[in-house]
């Protein structure tokens, strides 16, 4: 069996009235990307932090690089590298200095690496944190979690904040991380955020895990739309296959949405789909991605349609 860097059993913590986390067994492997996904209020953040000691659990168990937070040391806490959603730094301090005095806590940093960080960013490093913008100040923990070298990043909805060109570099920074051996559970209220990083993703709701699936799997699971061109009118007996819902046919050109996964009989619905094309004389095909998102949004259905809105307010 695989090393597992985070592992939990029966993890709960309970705030009363339904609110907190329970009965969690969580297992993240070493060297994976796991995307930990739940609207707001969902229990992202009570789970990071019983796993940093930074909450104690009502019960259950948690071990993270193979020792129980609870008794923690220096030295353990070195190997792990985390980011709060909500980042309170002390004013009066630059950046630079903020993220040179976490660096020497962990035994030090090259400068020439924190500068580079801080440089793909895009964090002006002599600012003064107590001017800096939330995404600003968002960077200043990402550039002192990335910077070093660490086994374990912990990263709770890291991306808040910061713009999509920037999103797109701190992706690059989880990748190369990962590539360099280091496991790291990413939180997020969006699938969006995660699916291109992420190996696996565990989805909470209202405090509990509902599931855990390989991101390769949920992309299996999603819908696809096609648009076809033919050479003739597009043809009606395509809407009536299983599994396929006509979105909209102009002439020549119909848009179809096919399932993933298998139909009623058991093959896939884009095999079923594509052996009905064959009947036809096709001019033109087109792909959209899959979107995963709605899949995700199944998960909340119950809870009112978009994971948004699922989400509980904070007291
Ligand atoms: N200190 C606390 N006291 C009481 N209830 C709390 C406390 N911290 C969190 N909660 C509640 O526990 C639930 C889970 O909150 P948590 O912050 O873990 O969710 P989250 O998924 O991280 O959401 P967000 O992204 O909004 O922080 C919510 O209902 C929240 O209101």
Do not use: C
């Not at 009363?16 to 707001?40: C, I, K, M, R, S």
């Not at 509990?208 to 699936?213: C, T, Y």
């Amino acid at each position: 069996m695989s090393e597992q860097v985070i592992s939990t059993s029966g993890l709960t913590k309970d705030y009363g009235d339904g609110h907190g986390v329970f009965d969690l067994d969580l297992h993240v492997t070493a060297g994976e990307v796991f995307g930990y996904l739940g609207p707001n209020g969902s229990g992202k953040s009570t789970t990071i932090r019983m796993l940093l000691d930074l909450v104690r659990p009502t019960r259950g168990t948690a071990t993270v690089l193979g020792h129980d937070p609870r008794h923690g040391d220096p030295a353990r806490r070195e190997r792990i590298a985390y980011v709060p959603g909500e980042l309170n730094l002390w004013s009066g301090w630059t950046a630079r200095e903020i993220i040179g005095y976490l660096a020497a806590v962990r035994g030090g940093v090259e400068d020439a690496r924190i500068a580079d960080v801080a440089d793909r960013l895009d964090l002006d490093l002599d600012r003064e944190v107590g001017n800096l913008s939330k995404g600003n100040k968002q960077k200043v923990g990402l550039v002192a979690a990335f910077a070093p070298r660490v086994e374990l990043l912990i990263l709770d909805e890291p991306t808040s904040g910061l713009d999509p060109l920037l999103q797109v570099e701190f992706l690059r920074l989880v990748r190369e991380a990962a590539a360099d051996g280091a496991s790291v559970l990413l939180s997020s209220h969006v699938l969006s955020e995660v699916e291109h990083v992420a190996d696996r993703v565990g989805i909470i709701r209202r405090g509990r895990l509902v599931d855990v699936l390989g991101v390769a799997d949920l992309k299996a699971q999603a819908s696809r739309t096609l648009e076809v061109t033919f050479a003739h009118d597009a043809p009606a007996g395509l809407a009536h296959l299983a599994g396929v819902t006509e979105l909209v046919t102009e002439g020549r050109v119909g848009r179809y949405d096919v399932a993933g996964g298998p139909g009623p009989d058991g093959r896939s619905v884009m095999d079923t789909f594509v052996k009905a094309l064959a009947g036809h004389t096709v001019t033109g095909l087109r792909g959209e991605d899959a979107d995963l998102e709605a899949i995700f949004l199944r998960y909340y259905a119950d809870d009112g349609g978009t994971a948004d809105q699922a989400g509980e307010a904070h007291p």
